[in-house]
């Protein structure tokens, strides 16, 4: 016997009662039916087992039900809140490791440990009579900084925070390197704002284009191509507060 049937069953040996409590029972069983009739349909001995129990017994299955598809319902939505908050907590560690990795691509260029590349300037100093001393490239490359170049190379050797213009044999040298002319002054920025520093009277370029025999060519580039340190700093006394000597 189907669930529908026991119904059925239910109601017609109701039928003559009319008192409002025999008209609950019957919406009751009539309920009981509807939700029970997918799990009873392949189940004749449990629709039988329904059709036999009374009237308060049916009222307290039924209680029961709703129960439990509240407690399923609020399980539901304790889940989807879960996963509400997981997605969020995903997306704020997502976007912490982005921040994260900016910050240090950001640090290697400044520290001139990666090659670079971007638009910028570039720098061609003619010196055939070694009249340009080191003193001039440390101004060249301080007014550039000063017009927001964000990496500088000189004849391809990168120029970091720890990097030092120095003299020898009446030759100009960084890091101990010794430069030939022509020097080649590469710099990555606005393109146009790097050019305008130069440019300032009486800055570098007007104290280069003074001297004897030098001649200076500026070109703003689309793209400028500027290699790493070719040593990184050694660092043998600084080291970050709080850090263990």
Do not use: C, W
Not at 113 to 126: E, M, Y
Not at 199 to 212: E, F, H, S, V, W
């Amino acid at each position: 016997m189907s669930a529908f049937t026991a119904v059925a069953s239910r109601r017609h040996a109701l039928a003559g009662r009319t008192r409002p409590a025999h008209l609950l029972i019957l919406v009751v069983t009539a309920a009981i039916g509807f939700l029970l009739v997918g799990q009873l349909r392949d189940t004749p001995d449990q629709s039988l087992a329904l059709a036999a129990e009374s009237e308060g017994d049916l009222a307290r299955i039924l209680a029961g039900l709703n129960t439990e598809a509240d407690a399923l319902q609020s399980e539901i939505a304790e889940l989807k809140l879960a996963l509400a908050e997981q997605a969020r907590s995903t997306q704020s560690e997502a976007a912490a490791i982005e921040a994260a990795n900016a910050q240090l691509r950001t640090l290697l260029v400044l520290a001139g440990t990666v090659p670079v590349t971007g638009p910028g300037v570039t720098l061609t100093i003619a010196d055939p009579s070694g009249s340009i001393t080191y003193d001039v490239m440390i101004d060249v490359v301080q007014e550039l900084r000063d017009a927001g170049a964000e990496a500088v190379a000189v004849n391809q050797h990168r120029i970091g925070v720890a990097s030092a213009f120095g003299e020898r044999d009446g030759r100009i040298t960084v890091q101990d390197r010794t430069l030939e002319a022509p020097y080649i002054v590469q710099a990555i920025g606005q393109p146009a704002t790097l050019d305008g520093g130069l440019k300032i009277p009486g800055g570098a370029q007007d104290a280069m284009t003074a001297l004897r025999n030098v001649k200076v060519e500026v070109v703003r580039q689309a793209r400028v191509d500027i290699p790493a340190l070719l040593e990184p700093p050694d660092l043998s006394q600084a080291r970050p507060v709080g850090s263990r000597p």
